[in-house]
């Protein structure tokens, strides 16, 4: 399915590098790498090819999809093997995590955090953050398979009642419970987001 009218062209996908206990998990990575690549986007994401992250970009290569894996080199042996990595259709070796979450951003047209730990968090919390400071209008989701992000979304409302998101209007991640929802749901959010200015913003990163 082509895209070609669409400002979104790649979406960067956080997740676990570990399954989880949960098999609608894994299942949900390999149902939104597929929509990724059947609906002509590519995937961005940690590089990671074990647990959530491999399963997700298993899916996108299965449907013939363009993965770009952005991983820093001490990462390489702990969250994929040398052999696996060489099967992405791009791979980026970053000197730390800084630089891999501002090569991320700098792909990516989207985000979503599929269930993942405490790194998964921080990368959505933080593009949360740079939304919340203006910084860009990209979408972004809280894919919330079988309600694993519900403590989290209490949470943010809660810091919303007491006063504490300003401009909350620039913080309105979507929440979709099934993955594959997930890339319709962008692609509509994105047809009233504007794209200005990007460079810009990229540079003061």
Not at 88 to 96: G, K, N, R, W, Y
Not at 152 to 178: C, S
Request: aromatic share 4%; hydrophobic share 40%.
């Amino acid at each position: 399915m082509s895209n070609e009218a669409s400002p979104i062209l790649s979406v960067c996908v956080y997740c676990g590098s570990q399954p989880g206990r949960d098999p609608a998990h894994i299942q949900a990575g390999r149902i939104l790498g597929k929509s990724i690549a059947e609906h002509g986007l590519q995937l961005v994401y940690g590089g990671g090819t074990r647990g959530i992250m491999g399963a997700v970009a298993s899916g996108v290569l299965s449907a013939g999809g363009h993965v770009t894996g952005i991983i820093p080199e001490f990462l390489m042996d702990k969250e994929a093997t040398r052999h696996s990595l060489g099967q992405l259709s791009e791979l980026i070796v970053t000197a730390d995590m800084h630089e891999r979450k501002h090569k991320m951003f700098e792909r990516a047209d989207a985000f979503v955090a599929l269930p993942g730990g405490i790194g998964t968090l921080e990368e959505i919390v933080e593009i949360m953050t740079w939304a919340q400071l203006g910084r860009h209008r990209k979408p972004m989701v809280f894919g919330n398979v079988n309600g694993f992000w519900d403590p989290m979304l209490e949470l943010i409302q809660h810091m919303r009642d007491q006063g504490f998101v300003h401009t909350a209007h620039l913080v309105q991640p979507l929440v979709i419970d099934r993955a594959e929802d997930i890339v319709p749901g962008i692609l509509t959010s994105a047809a009233a987001m504007g794209r200005d200015g990007e460079t810009e913003i990229i540079s003061r990163l």
